[in-house]
């Protein structure tokens, strides 16, 4: 085995193992009661979006990094915190997500219809007016669809955290990943630039890519915020299986990929 076959060994175990939990627990759905449909969508949908997002991550090495894995870590906790808020008052929050969603659809769809009005766009915007309005009638009466400006919650998410009783989610997951997000010095002066060796500049950065290595570290990460969202999910609806979880998979996973990888270098070696 080379080392490129032990990492996608290694990757396609931890993938496999994220679309089982998830199927288990989407397929054939038979948790919650009938009537809690915007309990039951919203959970089963963000469960499966953190799945998509953690496979994202597994599959693909180049993105082990500190220049990409933090944008998907960043959104994987923001779901986190979003799944963790909505549970406290599931059925409420539940329609309070999806309709703020449709809201913010509709008035993109409004935006779009003012442009075609003004002859400023053509028949593949007319395609994406009627698209989105089908998307959101098959859910909601359009006239009924409010638009809400600002935050679906109404509140920040350092305040979310502090409701979900888990402050430190926001101080040391979400905040620092934010910084790479949205391009923040204390992410870019550290990645992207590094000392000019002039002496005469007064110690002006220049620009540059920080070299990069894979670092598993980040696929950990991801195996974590989407465990936390599947227990989440769990203990809303009492359920178990017997399933290994993310991090146990990891956990195994991990020492059987760094024997392989090792025994792959030392072959490399003698050859
Ligand atoms: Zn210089």
Same mark, same amino acid.
């Given at each position: 085995?080379?080392?490129?076959?032990?990492?996608?060994?290694?990757?396609?175990?931890?993938?496999?193992?994220?679309?089982?939990?998830?199927?288990?627990?989407?397929?054939?759905?038979?948790?919650?009661?009938?009537?809690?449909?915007?309990?039951?969508?919203?959970?089963?949908?963000?469960?499966?979006?953190?799945?998509?997002?953690?496979?994202?991550?597994?599959?693909?090495?180049?993105?082990?990094?500190?220049?990409?894995?933090?944008?998907?870590?960043?959104?994987?906790?923001?779901?986190?915190?979003?799944?963790?808020?909505?549970?406290?008052?599931?059925?409420?929050?539940?329609?309070?997500?999806?309709?703020?969603?449709?809201?913010?659809?509709?008035?993109l769809t409004a935006n779009y219809q003012k442009e075609l009005e003004e002859?400023?766009a053509?028949?593949?915007v007319e395609?994406?007016v009627?698209?989105n309005l089908?998307?959101?009638?098959?859910?909601?009466?359009?006239?009924?669809?409010?638009?809400?400006?600002?935050?679906?919650?109404?509140? %920040?998410?350092? #305040?979310?955290?502090?409701?979900?009783?888990?402050?430190?989610?926001?101080? $040391?997951?979400?905040?620092?990943? !934010? &910084?790479?997000?949205?391009?923040?010095?204390?992410?870019?002066?550290?990645?992207?630039?590094?000392?000019?060796?002039?002496?005469?500049?007064?110690?002006?950065?220049?620009?540059?890519?920080?070299?990069?290595?894979?670092?598993?570290?980040?696929?950990?990460?991801?195996?974590?915020?989407?465990?936390?969202?599947?227990?989440?999910?769990?203990?809303?609806?009492?359920?178990? %299986?017997?399933? #290994?979880?993310?991090?146990?998979?990891?956990?195994?996973?991990?020492?059987? $990929?760094?024997?392989?990888?090792? !025994? &792959?270098?030392?072959?490399?070696?003698?050859?």
């Amino acid at each position: 085995m080379t080392q490129v076959e032990a990492v996608e060994k290694f990757a396609r175990s931890l993938a496999q193992n994220t679309v089982e939990n998830l199927e288990l627990r989407t397929n054939d759905f038979r948790l919650g009661d009938g009537f809690e449909t915007s309990t039951n969508s919203v959970l089963s949908a963000l469960l499966a979006r953190q799945s998509a997002l953690a496979v994202g991550l597994i599959e693909s090495p180049p993105s082990w990094n500190g220049h990409i894995a933090p944008l998907i870590l960043r959104s994987m906790i923001e779901l986190l915190i979003s799944v963790r808020w909505i549970l406290i008052d599931p059925e409420q929050r539940s329609k309070e997500y999806i309709s703020y969603g449709l809201g913010q659809e509709k008035l993109l769809t409004a935006n779009y219809q003012k442009e075609l009005e003004e002859g400023n766009a053509d028949k593949r915007v007319e395609l994406i007016v009627e698209r989105n309005l089908d998307w959101i009638e098959s859910q909601m009466f359009q006239m009924f669809v409010e638009v809400n400006l600002g935050s679906w919650t109404g509140m %920040s998410v350092r #305040k979310m955290c502090d409701e979900i009783g888990d402050p430190s989610l926001y101080k $040391f997951s979400f905040a620092p990943f !934010s &910084a790479c997000t949205h391009n923040s010095w204390n992410h870019v002066g550290k990645w992207n630039a590094r000392l000019c060796e002039n002496p005469m500049h007064k110690q002006h950065m220049v620009g540059f890519v920080a070299d990069i290595w894979p670092i598993v570290d980040f696929v950990a990460n991801a195996c974590k915020y989407l465990e936390l969202v599947i227990d989440a999910f769990d203990s809303h609806y009492g359920f178990n %299986s017997e399933l #290994k979880k993310p991090r146990a998979l990891f956990e195994e996973a991990v020492e059987l $990929f760094a024997e392989e990888w090792n !025994s &792959a270098a030392s072959a490399d070696e003698e050859e």
